[in-house]
């Protein structure tokens, strides 16, 4: 339960906030300046609301072609697809992220495509199955288990002295459904690249947690026919980037694309001196870092902050997870694609994109990632003969830059230069800095570890947040938080 009740302290500060959000019940401008650093989700949505709340905003942006860093929509021989975060709803529910977006004009898909989630597993390249024939095989889920008991049954098996293994729950969650548990596995072993032994043995927390989560949810909507907004396949219409682009419209010239940060100096009253790696420093009484865990390694930072730093930097590490995009026509029936463990197939909205999904890549190397594919499946070879990279497409304003991928697309995030990596995972042993140290800064829930150094430089971000990490709601939330926990902290009367 206790999820369940931090996520609802954390919504309810966001819901109460949200006419500010909107741009409603601005206070005074302040003319503060602010500094945030990193254009992604994170980032911009915290600097649209400092802006809307009267601070002077300067956004700095380490990739000189493009916002919105792992949220990046392409298009792919005339279809819209990603090649960064998907699924909307990988962190739970995202009522209040699609109200925001909705704000701005941009709405969510309503009708997913059915054979949207197609896993593939098994050495036999002739078994091809897909959440539609689990569905026709009807496996029955009991409808008398609904969310919250869900919810009891997980927090209950990780309260058990000791911990009740996954591979335990699963088996008695599902000891009416066999299939479903076999399903959930393949599931898990696909999107996570993991294991639930693998899971056990490292034996985190938030991954026990999150892991039953999301993909029971998954399978629960599969068995149950649910509406599809319930299925995995959640997205803006016209690209999930269409947010950050949103959002750059609005910060316009205030964003400075190429610039990144090099040093951060705290000056004798208390400011920062911000020390990009070419061009020119600025002074700026606030900071918020919204770049991601892996990057903080190469910043150079006063001692006093040194030590969190480092904690941070070590107590997450990036998921290596990587994407091939390629057009396809769709047949009707789903075909073989491929048969390995190590990756899972979607077709987008309009079935001509199929988005092959590789995690724990061994190689760095985006042509070896392609070389998987291919070995993977002679498949790919009819419908996509040539495969290239091509990511370009100079980012003239922060308004229209969707890259086109006329053949296909590859991204692997590992060699992302201002990533690193997809999305951060707690590495074992590090489950206690991140999970329920949760503290109230400003007025603002944030785990301990995240606290804002002299209330001045705020964290955020997908690692900062509690119960949504990896994710992009996570992200999205966490910018939110920083930007409100500024606001406080900066009000006349704060505490400091
Ligand atoms: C392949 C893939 C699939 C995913 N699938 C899903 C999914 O289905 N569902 C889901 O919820 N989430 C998914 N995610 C995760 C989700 O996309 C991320 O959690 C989220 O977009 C992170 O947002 P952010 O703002 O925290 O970080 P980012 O988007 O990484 O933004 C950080 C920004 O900081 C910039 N930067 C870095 N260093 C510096 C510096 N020194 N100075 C200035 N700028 C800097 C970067 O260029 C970047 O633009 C996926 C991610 C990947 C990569």
């Known amino acids: 339960m206790l999820v369940v009740l931090v996520r609802f302290i954390f919504l309810s500060f966001f819901f109460l906030s949200a006419g500010n959000i909107l741009g409603k019940n601005k206070k005074p401008a302040s003319k503060e300046k ?47 697809a990603e090649l960064g975060g998907e699924d909307l709803l990988d962190g739970g529910d995202a009522n209040y992220l699609i109200q925001y977006a909705n704000q701005l004009g941009i709405k969510v898909n309503v009708d997913p495509n059915p054979y949207y989630d197609i896993h593939f597993f098994g050495q036999d390249k002739k078994t091809v199955r897909n959440l539609d024939l689990f569905v026709e095989e009807k496996f029955p889920f009991d409808d008398s288990i609904d969310e919250r008991t869900v919810d009891a049954m997980i927090e209950k098996a990780m309260s058990a002295k000791p911990m009740v293994t996954m591979a335990d729950f699963l088996q008695a969650f599902f000891a009416k459904q066999p299939k479903l548990l076999e399903y959930f596995d393949a599931r898990t072993q696909t999107n996570e690249g993991v294991s639930t032994k693998e899971i056990d043995a490292s034996y985190a927390k938030s991954s026990f947690r999150s892991q039953l989560w999301s993909n029971i949810k998954t399978v629960r909507a599969t068995s149950m026919k649910k509406k599809p907004i319930a299925l995995s396949n959640t997205r803006f219409i016209g690209g999930n980037a269409s947010l950050p682009l949103a959002l750059a419209k609005v910060l316009g010239k205030r964003i400075r694309m ?203 971000g997908e690692h900062t947040s509690h119960d949504a990490r990896g994710t992009i709601i996570g992200a999205f939330e966490s910018g939110i938080r920083a930007a409100k926990m500024l606001e406080n902290c900066s009000r006349p009367t704060a505490a400091l």
């Open 34 to 80: 602010v500094i945030v650093v990193g254009a992604g989700i994170a980032g911009l949505v915290a600097a649209k609301d400092l802006l809307d709340h009267g601070y002077d905003v300067e956004v700095w942006e380490a990739n000189p072609l493009r916002v919105g860093g792992r949220l990046f929509s392409v298009k792919v021989a005339g279809s819209i």
């Open 258 to 460: 190429g610039v990144k940060l090099d040093k951060i100096q705290v000056t004798k009253d208390g400011s920062y001196r911000l020390v990009p790696t070419r061009g020119r420093l600025v002074k700026a009484k606030y900071v918020v870092l919204a770049i991601p865990a892996s990057m903080y390694k190469y910043i150079n930072v006063e001692e006093g902050l040194y030590k969190q730093w480092q904690q941070i930097v070590s107590s997450n590490v990036m998921a290596r997870s990587g994407k091939v995009l390629v057009p396809l026509t769709w047949n009707k029936e789903p075909i073989g694609v491929a048969q390995s463990l190590s990756f899972v197939a979607r077709l987008n909205q309009d079935r001509k994109v199929a988005a092959l999904y590789f995690t724990n890549l061994e190689s760095k190397d985006t042509s070896a990632m392609l070389d998987i594919a291919r070995d993977h499946s002679s498949f790919l070879e009819q419908v996509f003969p040539a495969t290239k990279v091509e990511l370009g497409g100079k980012f003239e304003t922060p308004v229209e830059q969707f890259a086109a991928c006329k053949e296909g697309c590859v991204k692997n995030w590992s060699e992302e230069q201002f990533t690193e990596g997809a999305y951060s995972i707690i590495p074992p042993g590090k489950e206690m800095l991140l999970e329920d140290n949760i503290e109230y800064v400003c007025e603002q829930p944030i785990l301990q570890l995240f606290s804002p150094y002299k209330n001045t430089l705020f964290f955020a």
